[in-house]
């Protein structure tokens, strides 16, 4: 094994000044990684609440009237869940985790593709062909993308009750 010979305190030094520098470097890395962990607590609730659903949708054709029973949306915290609802949603005590969706209709274009959003804050139903008028709005959760059949057909047009449970929002049906 190498033994170490004559060291001068230059060389040390300069091993010494390495260090200080690996040293500093080490700490703004963790001091951006501490900045980034708190930034995704932040945002992570805000604009990334995963969501799950249980609306069904059902297309009457005859009157191009699409309904849904009462149902519900919950985010990734909804075990969280408490009764207090703040505008701004979070994994935090005392945030909205779980919407109640009341029973309701809305009368839409046969044979067309329609995003669906609730809005908790106006407790409407929202309808879109175009999910970035959705996704503008940071109140209105997105539930999923539906095709309204023709308007002679009747029956499920999709949703996570439609499937016999709770499906994660986003999906997309097309059941005519």
């Not at 995704?40 to 604009?47: F, G, K, L, S, Y």
């Not at 949306?73 to 701004?88: E, G, H």
Request: proline residues 5%; hydrophobic residues 40%.
């Amino acid at each position: 094994m190498p033994r170490i010979g004559a060291v001068t305190l230059e060389q040390i030094n300069l091993q010494v000044d390495k260090l200080d520098v690996l040293h500093a470097q080490v700490q703004a890395l963790q001091a951006k990684a501490n900045f980034a962990a708190q930034q995704v607590v932040i945002a992570d609730p805000i604009h990334a609440p995963q969501t799950t659903n249980n609306v069904a949708f059902t297309w009457t054709g005859s009157t191009t009237t699409l309904s849904w029973p009462q149902a519900f949306v919950k985010d990734k915290n909804w075990s969280a869940q408490t009764t207090i609802r703040p505008v701004i949603k979070s994994s935090a005590p005392g945030q909205q985790h779980i919407w109640t969706i009341p029973s309701g209709s809305l009368t839409l274009n046969a044979s067309t593709y329609y995003w669906m959003g609730w809005d908790p804050d106006a407790q409407k139903m929202r309808a879109t062909p175009d999910a970035s008028s959705l996704h503008g709005d940071l109140d209105i959760l997105m539930l999923c993308q539906i095709f309204t059949g023709t308007a002679g057909q009747t029956g499920s047009a999709g949703g996570g009750g439609s499937t016999g449970g709770v499906d994660l929002s986003g999906s997309r049906y097309k059941n005519f």
